[in-house]
């Protein structure tokens, strides 16, 4: 007995879903204006799959958006490093540059967000993706 009575037992093997997931947008959304010049490069690369998936619609938006600031970001800061990944000061100290943490905050939130869209083999294996729907040979014709 617990605390504040019998303890009641919890259904752990029930799975929830949303009754209608959200549909996926008509058409590819275009990238938020304020995302850089790599972060939009990275959007046109990988929002074309996600959107023939059905995994892109348009509450996705934001979220596509960040890791695609994130890529640009670990991008930038790989280009920063390229010179090493540690300075000297005057008094003869080493330390860390500042880019290099910027890299790996910005690698922990492109895994954190390539599991959401599945991006990665093994969050892409743990997804249930709908169904390809078989093509009728003159419906590819008229395609």
Known sequence: MGARG???LVDTTTKYQAQTPPKPAATIPKPP???????????????PG????????????????QYCQAVARV????????????????????????EYRVLMDAQKEIRQLCALFGLAPSSRMRMTLPEPKETDELEALLD
């Open 6 to 8: 019998p303890l009641r």
């Open 33 to 47: 204006a304020w995302l850089s010049t790599p972060a939009k490069r990275e959007w046109r690369r990988v929002a």
């Open 50 to 65: 996600l959107h023939k998936l059905g995994l892109l619609t348009d509450l996705d938006r934001q979220a596509l958006a």
């Open 75 to 98: 991008e930038e800061a790989e280009k920063a490093l390229k010179d090493g990944l540690s300075y000297e000061t005057p008094g003869g100290r080493q330390f860390l540059k500042p």
